[in-house]
């Protein structure tokens, strides 16, 4: 005798669990456990799967296998942000397009574990409509992989956080006053390598990078524009 089961939802737990939004799915994983969320294609933007906050357990979240159509989650009307991870957590987030407006930042590290990979950030505006933060991380470790990033406000790396961007690609994103595409303080560490930075802008320092620790290694910087130094400046922040 063969049984088997259909399992319909747009978020699943541990191949096993179905939730019908990101907040509830990870709810559901213990504190101190792990989960990987498989998300469903189509645009999320309900109020249930933003705001939502990771804290002392492991989440990654990506799309169903064989998903042919993109998972896009996008803030039509202002919120928050679309996750928070918080202390003893760590995040993974693999192929997912994020998009719209936060009063925050999209994606907030603090005292956290982040590996992004393969994702989109794309049109990100703060809560007055302009370009806005897709990542900050603070007291964090966080590695970006292959992702993309266009016309946002600058990635932040701040407060004693270590970040490596490979093979990233930043395009027409305005970072307001310091730092473009990628603003990382005076406690930060930053290692940049293989990305690709053009036409990001900075009113005053760094049009793709403002940095006070930074290494940078097979990247390529086009068209990049500020006061001070067009593609990256290399100064003193928090």
């Given at each position: 005798k063969t049984t088997f089961r259909i399992i319909n939802g747009s978020f699943i737990l541990n191949d096993t669990e179905v939730f019908e939004n990101l907040s509830a799915a990870v709810n559901a994983i213990p504190n101190g456990g792990a989960g990987v969320i498989t998300v469903a294609m189509g645009t999320y933007t309900e109020a249930e799967n933003f705001n939502v906050v990771i804290e002392n357990k492991k989440v990654t979240i990506r799309p169903k296998d064989h998903s042919y159509e993109p998972v896009i989650f996008s803030a039509d009307s202002q919120k928050e942000f679309l996750l928070e991870a918080k202390q003893n957590s760590q995040l993974i987030m693999e192929d997912i397009i994020i998009t719209g407006q936060f009063s925050t930042e999209a994606l907030f590290l603090n005292n956290a574990m982040g590996i992004i990979s393969d994702c989109e950030f794309y049109n990100i505006k703060n809560k007055y409509d302009e370009p806005g933060t897709p990542i900050r991380a603070h007291h964090s470790e966080i590695t970006v992989n292959d992702c993309t990033f266009e016309s946002n406000g600058g990635v932040a790396f701040g407060y004693e956080t270590n970040a490596n961007v490979n093979?990233?690609?930043?395009?027409?994103?305005?970072?307001?006053?310091?730092?473009?595409?990628?603003?990382?303080?005076?406690?930060?560490?930053?290692?940049?390598?293989?990305?690709?930075?053009?036409?990001?802008?900075?009113?005053?320092?760094?049009?793709?990078?403002?940095?006070?620790?930074?290494?940078?290694?097979?990247?390529?910087f086009t068209l990049n524009s500020a006061a001070w130094g067009g593609a990256v400046y290399i100064g003193y922040g928090w």
């Amino acid at each position: 005798k063969t049984t088997f089961r259909i399992i319909n939802g747009s978020f699943i737990l541990n191949d096993t669990e179905v939730f019908e939004n990101l907040s509830a799915a990870v709810n559901a994983i213990p504190n101190g456990g792990a989960g990987v969320i498989t998300v469903a294609m189509g645009t999320y933007t309900e109020a249930e799967n933003f705001n939502v906050v990771i804290e002392n357990k492991k989440v990654t979240i990506r799309p169903k296998d064989h998903s042919y159509e993109p998972v896009i989650f996008s803030a039509d009307s202002q919120k928050e942000f679309l996750l928070e991870a918080k202390q003893n957590s760590q995040l993974i987030m693999e192929d997912i397009i994020i998009t719209g407006q936060f009063s925050t930042e999209a994606l907030f590290l603090n005292n956290a574990m982040g590996i992004i990979s393969d994702c989109e950030f794309y049109n990100i505006k703060n809560k007055y409509d302009e370009p806005g933060t897709p990542i900050r991380a603070h007291h964090s470790e966080i590695t970006v992989n292959d992702c993309t990033f266009e016309s946002n406000g600058g990635v932040a790396f701040g407060y004693e956080t270590n970040a490596n961007v490979n093979d990233c690609t930043f395009t027409s994103n305005n970072g307001e006053d310091e730092g473009g595409a990628i603003y990382a303080g005076s406690s930060a560490n930053l290692a940049v390598t293989g990305s690709k930075f053009t036409l990001n802008k900075a009113k005053y320092n760094g049009g793709a990078i403002y940095a006070c620790n930074l290494t940078v290694q097979d990247s390529e910087f086009t068209l990049n524009s500020a006061a001070w130094g067009g593609a990256v400046y290399i100064g003193y922040g928090w």
